[in-house]
C-alpha cells in the first residue's frame, strides 16, 4: 500500500465496497446510494494467480487474501481514501436447500397469532436441518428459510395470521451452508485487512440486480453461470422460494477448448470469449506453435461440453421449481457463450424467447457515467451493491452476539433464536439438561430422587431480558448465556435415611458406611427405629427433588404445598425444604419428556402464554412443556 493511501481519509458511510470472489477472480465494485439507485463509481477485475478456488469454495485463504488485497488497494487509488469493510456473497458447492414441515393440534380452535406461526416454521427449519444434519453429520450455518405453504384444518392458505382453526401445517425452504465455508470467507476479510459490512448469498445477490421485485409474481429463474459454480435462485408468488448450485460451469467450457487445441488456461479463456466476436481464433497451443480455427470449428469441440451445462442446469431448475419456470434469465461470465442459451432453454423444453441474457433490467438499480453495466458478468457484484445499498438485505451482520459480530445472512425480520440457530446455538442451549436422577427401589417402589434442574439461558437484547421469539434489529447487541447442565443427582446411605425419615436403610441387602453413594438401581429396605422392621416411605417419589438455588426474589416464599395443573393433569408439590417458590423449570422432569434426546423446539407456556424459564408458579396455574408441534395451548 502506498503512503498516499495510508494518509487517505477513512472509508465514508455513503461508501458502498461491493466484492464478488469468485472461483477465477474477484472483482471489486465502489458505489453510492443516489435516491433509490446505486451509482457505481470503479471497478476492478484481477484474476488469482493459481487455482486458490475449488467449484466456488475457497481453498487457499492466503492466495484469495491477496488477491483482495490488490483489487481493494486499486481501488483506494481511484477513490482517494482507505476502504476498511466490504459487502461480501458467500457460495459454495456444499449449498444445501431441504425442505421441511411441522404440524401444531391446538385443545380447540383459536385465532392464530404471530407467535405460532413462528413456533410453527421453526419446528419445520429444524425437520429440514435434522434431514440435512443426518445425512452429512456436519455444523450447519443456517442460510434462511421461505415459508412456501401453509395449511389450517387441512385448506392450504398462503397466510395463517388471523385465522381461526385447530390444526396448524407449515412447508418451509431452508438454505444451510456449513460453517466452515463462512468461517473461510471471513477469514480471508481478516488477512485481507477488512471488516464484513453485510452477507448474502450470491444467488441472492444476482436476483437482486436482475429480477426487480415488482417481477417476482411469476414464476421466474436466475442461473448464475461462474467459473466453477452454476447458482441458482427461482422465485414466484412475490418471493424466492428456494436456492441451489451446480458444480457445473464455465471451467468445463474452458477445460474442453484446452483439451482440444492443446493450450494454457488463459490463451483458453480468451478463446472463449472470442467465439462470438470474430470468425478465425488465433492462438499459441503449449508447444510455441500458432495456431488458428474457425469459431465454428471451436464450438463444435465445446458441444458436448455446452450441452452438459446445459443438462445440469435444466435438472436442478426442475427440482428446485418442480416444472420448468415461466422466464430463466441468464447471468455471470459463463452465460455469454454463444449458443448456451438455446441449449438451455430446449433442455426445460421453453420456448428460448422465454430465456434470456440478464443485464436488461440491471438500470432499474444501478448506473454508471463510467462503465456500461449490462455485462451478465457484472450480475453479483452489482446485486451485492445493490442488495446493500437499497436494504434490500437485512443489516443484521452489524447486530452484536456477546460481543462479536454475528455471521447471518437474513433476509426480512430475524429473531433472536433465528440469530443463535445461525451462529451455532442449539434449542438445548435454551433449555440446557436437567441432573440425572437417582432411581431406586425402596421397599418395592420405584422411587426416583431428581438431580438438579439446568440453571436457565439468560437472554438480552441491548439490556432487556426477551424471549427468543423477541426481533432483533440492526445496531443491537445481543447477550446469550447457554443454559447449564444441573447437577445428577448423588445421595450418601446417611442422606438417603434422612430424606426418608429412616433410622437406618440396608442398600441391595447390605449395611454400607454412612458416607458411601447410593448406586443407581439399589435395592433399598428402610428400618424403623426399631431394627428390624420396615416401613412405607414417608414421601411419595414426585416430591423427592433437589433443591435448587436460584437468585433471590422479592416474591414471598412458598410455605405450604400448591396444586396446579402440567399438560392437562392435576399435580400437587409440597414444600421445598427451604421454603423458596417453585419454578417452570421444577416441572421440566415432570412433564415427561426426555431431555437427554431432544431433537425439535420445546415450547414452555404458562395459562396460555410463553413463559421465561424462571417463571414463579401459585396454586392453579396451567402450564405445559412439550414440542411446539404437539403442545397444547390451555
Known sequence: ??????????????????????????????????????????????????????????????????????VTERLEQDAGCKLERACVAAAGRALRTEQGKSQRELS???????????????AAVADAEQAIRGEEGQQLFLVGYTAIQYQLDGYPLTNLLGHTGRRLEAQVVATFLPSGVIDSLYAVMRQAGLEVAS????????????????????????????????DIAV?????????????VAGDEITEALMKEYLVDYTTAERMKSQLAQSDQLSF????????????????????????????????????????????????????KLSGLREKVAAALEMDPKRVSIAGGHFKTSAYSDAFSLEDPEFTTPLGIAVSAGLGLINDSCQVVLNGARAKLFRSGDLSAMDLLM??????????????????????????????????????????????????????????FTPAQAGADCRLTVSQLAKRLNASAVLVNGE????????????????????????????????????????????TPPVQQSISLFLNGQPIKLAPKADGSPYYVMDLLERSGMDFENIQRP??????????????????????????EDEVRAP
Open 1 to 70: 500500500m502506498s503512503e498516499t493511501t495510508q494518509c487517505a481519509p477513512q472509508q465514508g458511510q455513503e461508501l458502498i465496497y461491493a466484492l464478488d470472489i469468485g472461483t477465477r477472480s474477484v472483482i471489486g465494485l465502489l458505489g453510492t446510494k443516489e435516491e433509490d439507485k446505486v451509482r457505481v463509481l470503479a471497478m476492478e477485475k484481477l484474476l488469482h494467480n493459481h487455482r486458490a478456488m475449488m467449484d466456488g469454495q475457497i481453498e487457499d485463504i492466503a492466495q484469495v487474501a491477496a488477491t483482495v488485497r490488490t
Open 108 to 122: 380447540a380452535p383459536e385465532p392464530i397469532d404471530e407467535s405460532m406461526i413462528a413456533q410453527l416454521e421453526a
Open 199 to 230: 452477507l448474502t448469498l450470491e444467488p441472492i445477490a444476482a436476483l437482486n440486480a436482475a429480477i426487480p421485485a415488482d417481477l417476482r409474481l411469476l414464476n421466474l429463474c436466475l442461473v448464475d453461470i461462474g467459473a466453477g459454480t452454476s
Open 235 to 247: 422465485c414466484r408468488d412475490g418471493s424466492v422460494v428456494g436456492y441451489t448450485m451446480v458444480t
Open 284 to 335: 499459441t497451443d503449449i508447444l510455441g506453435q500458432e495456431q488458428t480455427c474457425t469459431s465454428q470449428q471451436a464450438q463444435a469441440a465445446l458441444e458436448p461440453a455446452a450441452q452438459l451445462l446445459a443438462k445440469e442446469i435444466a435438472q436442478q431448475v426442475v427440482a428446485l421449481n418442480g416444472a420448468a419456470p415461466s422466464a430463466l434469465f441468464l447471468a455471470g461470465g459463463g452465460s
Open 422 to 479: 445461525m451462529n451455532g446455538y442449539t434449542y438445548f442451549d435454551l433449555l440446557g439438561r436437567s441432573g440425572k436422577p437417582l432411581i431406586v427401589q425402596v421397599d418395592g417402589r420405584r422411587t426416583v430422587f431428581h438431580g438438579q434442574p439446568a440453571k436457565p439461558a439468560r437472554l438480552l437484547i441491548n439490556g432487556t431480558e426477551v424471549q427468543p421469539s423477541a426481533i432483533v434489529h440492526a445496531g443491537d447487541r445481543v447477550e
Open 511 to 554: 449395611r454400607l458406611g454412612a458416607d458411601e453413594l447410593v448406586p443407581a438401581g439399589a435395592f433399598v429396605v428402610v428400618q424403623k427405629e426399631q431394627p428390624g422392621k420396615i416401613q412405607d416411605p414417608v414421601v411419595k417419589p414426585d416430591d423427592l427433588r433437589e433443591s435448587v438455588l436460584l437468585p433471590k426474589r422479592e
Open 602 to 627: 420445546v415450547s414452555l407456556r404458562l395459562n396460555g402464554g410463553e413463559c421465561l424459564f424462571q417463571q414463579v408458579l401459585k396454586a392453579g396455574d396451567r402450564v405445559e412443556i412439550g414440542y
